[in-house]
């Protein structure tokens, strides 16, 4: 069984940053991917960005790209998600996800087996 759990949501203004940490336990793959999402209320879950086990990384949206940057350190198994010049319309839980299939995008969420419980992140003046 993998357990992701996820750290570092909370409150920041407008223009700030977080710095958001999943970290993975449980059964090792060869590959994986793993992925972050987000979901606001009203809306679908949305795909932020991923890296796989080889270092590749799947760039987010346009409204994302320079701002969320994704990372890992594989001595800690995790993966840090890092959020500058944040906006109020970032506010959402975030959730980490593992996919241990290469043959998908990786931008979808079922393309994903294993989620964390998901960490709150609310940007309000």
């Known amino acids: 069984q993998v357990q992701l759990v996820e750290s570092g949501g909370g409150s920041v203004q407008p223009g700030g940053s977080l710095r958001l940490s999943c970290a993975v336990s449980?059964?090792?793959?060869?590959?994986?991917?793993l992925g972050w999402f987000r979901q606001t209320p009203g809306k679908e879950r949305e795909f932020v960005t991923a890296v796989t086990s080889n270092g590749d990384v799947t760039s987010p949206a346009d409204s994302m790209k320079c701002r969320f940057t994704i990372s890992g350190d594989n001595a800690k198994n995790t993966v840090y998600l890092r959020m500058d010049n944040l906006k109020t319309e970032d506010t959402g839980v975030y959730s980490c996800?593992?996919?241990?299939?290469?043959?998908?995008?990786?931008?979808?969420?079922?393309?994903?087996?294993?989620w964390g419980q998901g960490t709150q992140v609310t940007v309000s003046s």
């Open positions: 449980g059964r090792a793959f060869s590959w994986y991917r």
């Open positions: 996800a593992l996919s241990w299939n290469r043959n998908t995008s990786g931008r979808s969420p079922p393309h994903y087996t294993y």
